[in-house]
Structure formats: C-alpha cells, structure tokens
C-alpha cells in the first residue's frame, strides 16, 4: 500500500489594504491647487542642491554672487566709483595730520605728471611731492587754516629726512619764484632737528613773504612715534611719486620681447 500523498497548501494573494485618506488622489482641477507662502516662494528643480561651502572648489553658474569683499577690519573693501561719461572718476585724497597746542601739520601726497607719448605710452614729467601744510592755533583744538603756510617736499628732500640720525638735523631753502622777476620775494625755511632731550623733533617752517608782508615762524613738536609714522609713509610712497610703481603694473608679460640689441650693453649683463 503506497503511502499517503502529504497535504497540499494554497497560497492566495491577500487583498491591498484599503488606501489611507492623505493618500488619496485629489479630484479638484490643477488650477485650483494653492500653496503655502512658504513653499511657493521656493524654485522647484529636479537637479542636485549646491555643494555646501566647505568645497570652496565646487563651481555652480546657478549659485548666487559671492559676497561682497571685506577688508581688515570686516567692513566693505573699497571700490572706485563707476565711470561717468566715459571717464573714471575714482580719485582719492588721503592726508596724515599731526595735532599740537601751539600749531598743527597736515602732510598730503601729490601724484607725478604723465604726459602722454606718440608710441601710445606715457612719459612722467614731473615727479610727484608731499605737501606740508602748517597752521597756527587760536584757541584749545581750534587752527586758523586760512592762515596756512605750506612747503612741498620733494622726493630727494624727503630721503633726506630718512636718513637722519637721532641727533641729526637738516634745513630746506624754498624760493617759488626761482628763476623769475619776483625772484628772492619769498623766501621758506624748513628746518627738522631734535629736542633737548632727544625724545622728539621740532619741524620748524619760517616764511618772509615780501609781497604780502608776511613774516611768520611756526614750529610744531614730533613724537618718535609720529616721525616713526612719517618714516614708514615716506618709504612706501616714494616709489609712486616717481612714477615706478606705475611702471611695473604696466609690465605684461605678453608685451615681452627677446633681446635683438649688440650683447655688449647693460641687457647683456643683466642676462649673464
């Protein structure tokens, strides 16, 4: 007798579960569809979100402008203004003043001359100075500055002053009218020479103006730490009032050409 055939197990499908009701398909048209303020302020897109900030190499043209550059100290960098009628009009006026009781010393920067070459380039014809302006005090803080005496100093003056000694001393002679019929009329002194005690230096301008009856002597005290500041200014604009700087930012390097000239002058020396 065969033994008995083991039972056999049916498996049905089971039913879907009956739809959940936030699952179930609205019948309203499309256009009767609103959104939230929140979500309609947003830009649907169906490609990948902008990398974090922590791959500063990653480059989406869909990302928004950077910010803005910041200087030193966290505020807006400065830009020139945009140009006007085809011109740029971003120039700028910077000045370092120096404030006694008796008187007071502004110096201001004063750029070179260019003018302008057949070759397109551009020639300096007239070296940059700085503008020393004095003004005598009449009352506490308070300057009389439309009674200014000023001095230019140029860029040979100017290395004179950095290269004085603790107890050095030096002294300008200034006549604007060198050369012409009024000639000797005016007459300027600028002398820079240490105190007593060594801790500072007095600057010192006397002008006799003959054409304007004017004869007046102001001096004016400088701590080691102004003339430090002084020092400091001098070295580094120097070079711009003589037109250098300007100079090498016109150095490009696509404007470079080989050397065609007999290797017998200062080129060829450089080279070796």
């Known amino acids: ?34 959104l939230s303020p929140a ?8 490609v990948c979100p902008v990398a974090s900030q922590r791959h500063s190499d990653y480059f989406d043209p869909r990302a928004p402008p950077p910010p803005p550059p910041r200087d030193g100290y966290g ?16 120039r700028v006026f910077s000045t370092y003043s120096i404030y006694k009781g008796k008187a007071a010393m502004s110096l201001d920067p004063r750029p070179p001359q260019f003018v302008p070459l057949d070759s397109g380039a551009y020639k300096v014809v007239k070296e940059g100075f700085v503008l020393l302006q004095f003004a005598p005090a009449v009352a ?7 009674r200014k005496q000023v001095f230019s100093l140029s860029v040979w ?17 200034h006549d604007p009218f060198k050369g012409r019929s009024d000639e000797g009329k005016v007459r300027k002194v600028l002398k820079v020479e ?14 006799q103006n003959h054409l304007l009856n004017i004869d007046e002597n102001i001096y004016i005290p400088i701590t080691k730490g102004e003339f430090a500041v002084i020092v400091s200014t001098f070295n580094y604009i120097i070079p711009h009032l003589m037109g250098w700087s300007t100079f090498t930012n016109s150095i490009k390097p696509e404007d470079s050409r080989a050397y ?3 290797q017998s002058g200062p080129e060829y020396e450089w080279r070796r």
Do not use: I, K
Request: charged share 10%.
């Open 1 to 34: 007798m065969p033994p008995p055939s083991p039972p056999l197990f049916l498996s049905l499908p089971l039913p879907p579960p009956p739809p959940l009701p936030h699952l179930l398909p609205s019948h309203r048209p499309a256009a009767a569809l609103t």
């Open 39 to 46: 979500l309609s302020s947003r830009r649907v897109s169906s």
């Open 75 to 90: 505020g807006p960098a400065y830009s020139p203004p945009a140009a006007q009628g085809g011109q740029q009009n971003g």
């Open 140 to 146: 506490t803080r308070q300057y009389d500055w439309t």
């Open 157 to 173: 003056e100017m290395g004179s002053l950095l290269t004085l000694g603790p107890t050095d001393s030096c002294e300008f002679f």
């Open 194 to 207: 240490p105190t007593p005690d060594g801790n500072s230096r007095f600057f010192n301008l006397s002008v």
């Open 260 to 262: 065609t000239r007999p």
